[in-house]
């Protein structure tokens, strides 16, 4: 399995917890989805 961390932008506080940076769930490696991604930081 992959774990994945971090939240998905697809969730609602009502019925999700994963907003939480420290949220874990788990995949397959060779599974996708399309409300999964990353973000690139750089100073300013």
Not at 18 to 40: E, H, I, K, M, W
Request: aromatic letters at 10%; charged letters at 20%.
């Amino acid at each position: 399995t992959r774990a994945m961390r971090g939240g998905s932008y697809l969730c609602h506080a009502s019925y999700c917890n994963r907003y939480r940076v420290a949220a874990r769930s788990s995949n397959t490696p060779d599974s996708s989805s399309g409300n999964l991604g990353f973000r690139c930081m750089a100073e300013a």
